[in-house]
């Protein structure tokens, strides 16, 4: 690569296309890297990085709807505590006002 050429920068989107054309198409590797203007150890990074990150795309519905479940059970535990809390605060209230005017009442204060 010359110091006047730039690097090509492809997006994840056409990555995965040029994968897609390989391994579904059919598209000879010296093929794609001839059109894209790409090393074949590029091309087989990417691939190699496609298959290590695969599973990702079979855990993420199961394990997404059972993380969504979790932080809304975590909500909705954290909403009755709150309410408990503040129940508790009221009675505290409650009661720290009948215990002040006893002692008025009782010459204490």
Not at 33 to 39: L, P, Q
Not at 49 to 60: D, K, R
Not at 68 to 92: C, P, S, T, W
Request: include cysteine; glycine fraction near 4%.
């Amino acid at each position: 690569m010359s110091e006047t050429s730039r690097r090509r920068h492809f997006s994840v989107s056409e990555k995965v296309a040029i994968l897609k054309r390989h391994l579904l198409e059919g598209t000879p590797v010296s093929q794609l890297c001839s059109e894209f203007d790409i090393k074949p150890t590029v091309f087989y990074g990417w691939q190699r990085l496609l298959f290590e990150n695969a599973h990702l795309a079979f855990e993420n519905g199961r394990q997404g709807r059972q993380a969504k479940a979790a932080e809304n059970a975590k909500d909705q535990k954290i909403e009755r505590l709150e309410d408990k809390l503040q129940r508790k605060n009221e009675v505290l209230a409650e009661l720290m006002e009948e215990h002040t005017k006893l002692k008025k009442d009782l010459g204490e204060l």
